[in-house]
């Protein structure tokens, strides 16, 4: 109980908790306190200080404590944190591929003693000192030192839109590819031009992922949820999407965007077309910006299900020929089967936006100066990969078809063990990296959590945190229907630690209802 | 004629020209024009819109333009553009330095094909070796394919605070440094907190880098601008910066916060120590939170002048025992010796900060999980080098110090040479990469430039640009005195090069006094 407590306070101390239990007082400091910091909670961005970003949040701030604790004497019933709070795969133990990091190897060394040294071939494969050997000739003088373009080099734009090409049979222009550190950056670049003043308002699925939402505070926005089909798998439902728009517009709120994640996050269905095919109708209908965030486009498990693009939708509705539909996708080297979380790499691709606007867009991108090389790199390689016939096909597609294999099965078995559990309820995750059950609260633990000036769920987690090690985001960070907690883990260590931690999950969870009965 | 003409507009076009010679019409579209999307000029962020950054703008797009049109056959005086508007060394021909890439490519590689490799030594100096295991046990399972800390791997921050102890002989917290995508995140998050609503002001120097006045603009705050004294050197001046804020405190302008660049930047001056002192005290004294620019700390050239943290001269003058300024310094791999802009690495230290700011900074970070591994990578290797002993030490030293002579040559030959052009007056480059004279404009060149809208030293680029393929910055794009003109050139291309580059200046400025007289 004193660790418990300990943590709670630590964990509150440096989250938003704090500030909600002793609002800050606006105006200057009070004679008892020693003079103010000029940049203090009081004089902060108010926008910064209402921010929540739960997936680094409370408990991860406390899980990191512990962490520290573990190598020193302090007793605790496990000997590590299992970090399944972010979608980090290679953190957990997820071996990178080797094929992607040769050709990335080769295109830092200096030609004399790379792709030029006259035993290169002893030590790379062939494959990876030609694509090295196009990479280079690509940037020319440049190299990977220099800042690129600030929409990234026009050799990685051009393999992204013959990708873009392949996927959906739809020509792309390089000049509207603009490439990120990751896909955050690119959701930020474009919601900094869509959230104008206060009174816009962004359209975004609850549950979702909490970049939204904080880059939306930040911003100064309005959020607009829409809920997503709980029972439906977190399906969309239209007539929920008209009532959310419909009700905030008469409000007064100015809704100009729609957020769209597909495959789901924190949710993990995979959409089908008919679905998206309506959303962009509802978009376009509506004229709203549809911002699509297909991050885990290759992260699809269910055979019956298919990712299937918003832009090939919207084309296919006609929105694209007719310039009807307003749509900005963002992808990313940090998911699907790379999972190159560090390379920070990603890009986004704008259709159907106004052309002046793309100007504004790329003076933005430019006072950023360029994403980092290795990213847009890994970017074209995640992209293209070695073709049949190449020395590392089979090495490099064998490597992928494990890492496929083994999410597939781990998806299914811990989104069905989770919701074996007596007081769990989880659908299936078809896609993406995560599990969202939701969890039944004892009444008495909703008072505590309540008392305490936090959500049940993060009661709950941090309890999780403390009894096993494992950490999670409560539900609550995400969003989710009034009286309904949970939260969301991803399935990515390894099989066998998984198991564990399912098991873990389970025991805690009856203590802890025995605890708060 | 033509071709300048088509030039002008296409750059204006794309610039903020347009929007000033049109103002948008407010409100929505009119009957005669198509119907609007729902993001366009009118509807999208006016901070956003009234934005500039220079550095990458009008001039930066049409030399773009022309570089596309070299490879066909329409007609330029000239065979490339030589690009000397940013300070991005290895674009114009500096070649990177070979150890760290090595370092950087060993820590790529999966371990069986790279640092476990049984001929590795054959391909690698056993000290990129060593130090590529170093950093791999530094990262544990994470390796470099993982998000790091928010703040950036421990043991990276690690390598900061020896190196700062080193510089200063003053301790520091890695719980104190947050790594990002090179300086510039960096100084966005700065700002993100530090200006809170539009009556937030920020002194910054004029002239200034841009990225201070963007971003400013981006969050709706206040620029306050000090002037720097040309005719001293680019000294800072007491006088001056208490003018600047006791004027904007009179007007109701709530000034919190101080922009220090130094060397300068784009005037490449380097402060003496009694200046920086002073600033500290005057920063202390009137409550500003200092923002220290030492990305440039390398880059000092002349043999008089010295490099001075804004944190020692703060320790010097009691202000960090203490606890009597709030400091935040700034630095990068992208300048230095190293100049690895593309990796996009860099740091900001904190001293004097309010915890709780410093938590909502951390939440800031967080948002935007981590930068770039290989970013992070390059920060401690440019920090702490081969040491000597070490197989690279004397290759590596000499690469180096080839590159620094060669800087120290360019600095005081292209200022001297600017100087020397009739009409120019050109201020030693004791630092930085950059000479930025003040340019005398013909009267008739006013009026035409007045007529179209820009101004003068952005018609002068412009034209520069068409006649000799040489890409400046128009000095209005970071601020100046009224009736001064000139632009900011960098000295990074070759000694060859930058000769032929200064006489490409000297007469096209004659051709230009002449056809304007």
């Not at 200080?49 to 512990?66: N, Q």
């Not at 573990?70 to 591929?97: A, W």
């Not at 090939?312 to 998911?335: G, M, P, Q, R, W």
């Not at 100007?359 to 006072?367: F, I």
Request: hydrophobic share 35%; with cysteine.
């Amino acid at each position: 109980m004193k660790l418990f407590a300990a943590l709670l306070v630590a964990a509150m101390e440096a989250s938003h908790a704090r500030t909600f239990l002793n609002p800050i007082p606006r105006g200057g400091s009070t004679s008892t306190t020693p003079p103010a910091k000029t940049l203090n909670l009081s004089s902060i961005s108010p926008n910064l200080l209402k921010m929540e970003y739960a997936v680094r949040g409370t408990v991860v701030i406390a899980a990191d404590a512990i962490s520290e604790e573990l190598s020193s004497t302090s007793p605790h019933p496990f000997d590590k944190i299992v970090y399944t709070n972010i979608g980090n795969p290679q953190s957990v133990g997820q071996q990178p591929l080797t094929w992607p990091r040769q050709v990335l190897a080769l295109c830092d060394l200096p030609n004399v003693v790379g792709i030029d040294h006259p035993r290169a071939a002893e030590f790379f494969p062939l494959d990876a000192i030609a694509r090295a050997r196009e990479i280079k000739e690509g940037l020319g003088v440049s190299g990977t030192g220099a800042y690129s373009h600030s929409k990234g080099a026009r050799v990685f734009r051009d393999d992204i839109c013959a990708f873009l090409k392949e996927r959906d049979g739809l020509e792309a222009d390089p000049e509207d590819i603009y490439m990120t550190n990751g896909a955050s950056p690119a959701i930020e670049l474009a919601l900094t031009a869509i959230v104008s003043d206060s009174s816009c308002g962004v359209m975004i699925p609850i549950p979702q992922y909490p970049i939204y939402s904080a880059t939306i505070d930040l911003l100064g926005g309005e959020k607009v949820g829409y809920y997503l089909d709980e029972k439906k798998g977190w399906d969309a439902n239209l007539k929920e999407m008209e009532r959310a728009l419909s009700e905030a517009r008469k409000r007064g709120v100015k809704v100009n965007s729609f957020v769209l994640i597909n495959p789901g996050n924190p949710t993990g269905q995979v959409l089908s077309k008919q679905s998206i095919r309506d959303i962009c109708k509802f978009c376009s209908k509506h004229n709203l910006i549809l911002l699509a965030d297909e991050v885990y486009q290759e992260n699809v498990y269910d055979p019956s299900a298919k990712f299937t693009s918003c832009k090939l939708a919207a084309y296919e509705e006609n929105l694209v020929s007719t310039d009807k539909l307003e749509l900005i996708s963002f992808h990313s080297t940090s998911k699907g089967i790379y999972g190159e979380c560090g390379r920070r790499g990603g890009y986004m691709e704008l259709v159907g936006i106004d052309p002046k606007v793309k100007d504004q867009l790329y003076k933005l991108a430019s006072s950023k100066l360029c994403s980092n090389l290795p990213g847009q790199i890994m970017t074209s390689l995640m992209l293209r990969g070695p073709k049949p016939g190449d020395e590392s096909y089979e090495s490099h597609e064998r490597e992928k078809d494990q890492i496929f294999q083994s999410l597939v099965r781990r998806s299914d078995k811990v989104s069905k063990a989770l919701d074996a559990i007596d007081g769990f309820s989880c659908q299936k995750a078809q896609g993406s990296m995560y599990c969202f059950p939701s969890v039944e609260m004892p009444e008495k633990a909703k008072k505590e959590a309540e008392d305490l000036g936090i959500t049940v769920d993060t009661l709950y987690a941090l309890d999780l945190l403390e009894k096993t090690g494992v950490c999670v985001v409560p539900a609550s960070g995400f969003g989710q229907e009034d009286g309904r907690f949970g939260f969301r883990t991803t399935f990515l260590p390894s099989e066998e630690e998984m198991d564990q931690v399912v098991v873990a999950i389970k025991d805690q969870y009856e203590a802890f209802v025995k605890k708060y009965r």
